[in-house]
């Protein structure tokens, strides 16, 4: 659902329904689910110039288990397309940063909890 509302260009609203679906999967202890919707966030923060958020999620999410491979290509393209406005060093420190975090904190920061 959160793709569909991104395809037509209404961000605000894809950024709820994602979020949304971020705190029920959380809730149902999805982690596939709540990968998705991650990927989902980071897409539009990459849209929104927010590149250091779009890499930092999707970087976490390619590197866990749970995640689909349709998850994960995305994933990927998300990176590639966010690290073109990285320099090395930025990306050193937040694949260090990440190492240290677990999912249920990145979804609770994202969440607000």
């Known amino acids: 659902m959160g793709e569909a509302v991104f395809l037509s260009g209404d961000f605000v609203e894809a950024r709820r329904v994602y979020l949304e679906s971020l ?18 966030l980071a897409q539009l923060n990459l849209q929104a110039g927010e590149y250091e958020q779009a890499f930092q999620i999707s970087h976490f999410v390619l590197n866990q288990r749970a995640g689909t ?30 190492s240290n975090e677990s999912l249920n904190e990145i979804v609770n920061a994202l969440l607000g909890r």
Not at 23 to 40: C, N, T, V, Y
Not at 90 to 97: E, L, N, T, V, Y
């Open 23 to 40: 705190r029920l999967s959380k809730e149902a202890d999805a982690s596939p689910l709540m990968l998705d919707a991650l990927i989902g």
């Open 69 to 98: 491979h349709e998850t994960k290509d995305r994933a990927e393209k998300i990176i590639q397309s966010a690290q073109k406005y990285l320099d090395d060093r930025q990306i050193r420190a937040m694949r260090k940063r990440l």
